[in-house]
């Protein structure tokens, strides 16, 4: 029994089960009024489907939002497969997976996400035209891509710190000190960046060798993962996992400005308004995270690595855009940016 307004304002949600293959998912398609809905497909062991829809429901929502601040001509939407993908995966299941995206007949666009790879999508593509990520040729620097869009989403946060930077501080990122939470696909990439700006870094990861790699090679001071939110920092750049700001952490920042690439970065959109009252700059997570859309954009249409770098470069003017915006009419940054992103997908 769905509650009426279940749903979150949705434009499709369908649900699909193959016995074969033992697929059982959802594809939630939230607004196309901008274009056909894209977004990853995660698989992940939901321990139930009203789990599954919850998830599916709030990440396409997130993927409108994202695309229409990223100036992309499409929709947000998302997949889930109910599943654990280490053992429940099948080339049975990713081609029955390919028809149900076919089904939806182009309004949602399937790319990966947790779970899915690359060599996934290919094999859904065989039942879809909608399948993307497959035929990723350059990055954004020009060289060849694998279809991985870590290392536009990083160099767009890249953009998007030293924007922030730039607004909080009026200076470069010479000698600004960075705290990075995770340095996996991004972070690391991102603490690659900053370290050739001229950037001191501290870094965290539950992982051991990755932050000795950055040890190594950026210099960078390593602190324990419950810490690296509360150091003496100038930036606070959350690259983990989702709800970083929440009610139990906010009050230990000494960061003045928060730009990382997770997302869901706030627990809940209160922890945006605290932060402006804390006078910590915060940078929307899917404005600076949206490099990797921006990329799969890009590899879809006729275009170029230069084209592409200009798009995720402007990533850094929507930002300064909405600091101007959330300063004039003294309103929380991550407001700011839900309202302008609904100007443009609802036209208001
Ligand atoms: P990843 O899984 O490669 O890296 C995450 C890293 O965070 C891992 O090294 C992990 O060990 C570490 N980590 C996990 N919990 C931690 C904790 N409590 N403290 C410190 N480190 C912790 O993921 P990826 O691809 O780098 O993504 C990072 C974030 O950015 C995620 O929130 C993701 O949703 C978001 N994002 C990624 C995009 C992409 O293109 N890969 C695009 C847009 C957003």
Known sequence: VFEHNAFDGHEHVAFYQD???????IIAVHNTNLGPSLGGCRMWPYANSEEALKDVLRLSKGMTYKAAMANLPQGGGKSVIIGDPRKDKSEAMMLAMGDFVQSLGGK???AEDSGISVENLHVMSQRTDFASGINAK?????SPSDGNPAPSTAYGVFVGVK??????????????????QGLGHVGFRLAEHLHKAGAKLIVADIYPDNVAKAEQEFGAKVVAADEIHAVECDVFAPCAMGASINDS???AIKAKVVAGAANNQLAEEKHGE????????????YVINA???????????????EDMRKHIEGIGTTLSEIFTRAESEGT???IVANTIAEERFLGK
């Open 274 to 285: 605290m932060l402006r009252a804390k006078g910590i700059l915060y940078a929307p997570d």
């Open 163 to 180: 924007a922030s930077v730039a607004h909080k501080f009026n200076s470069s990122l010479e000698g600004v000190t960075v705290a990075i």
């Open 108 to 110: 949602y666009i399937c």
């Open 291 to 305: 490099g990797g859309v921006i990329d799969i954009y890009h590899q879809r249409i006729e275009s170029t690595a």
């Open 138 to 142: 350059f990055r954004y620097d020009g």
């Open 332 to 334: 929380a940054a991550n």
């Open 19 to 25: 016995n074969a293959s033992g697929l059982k998912a």
């Open 249 to 251: 952490t906010i009050d």
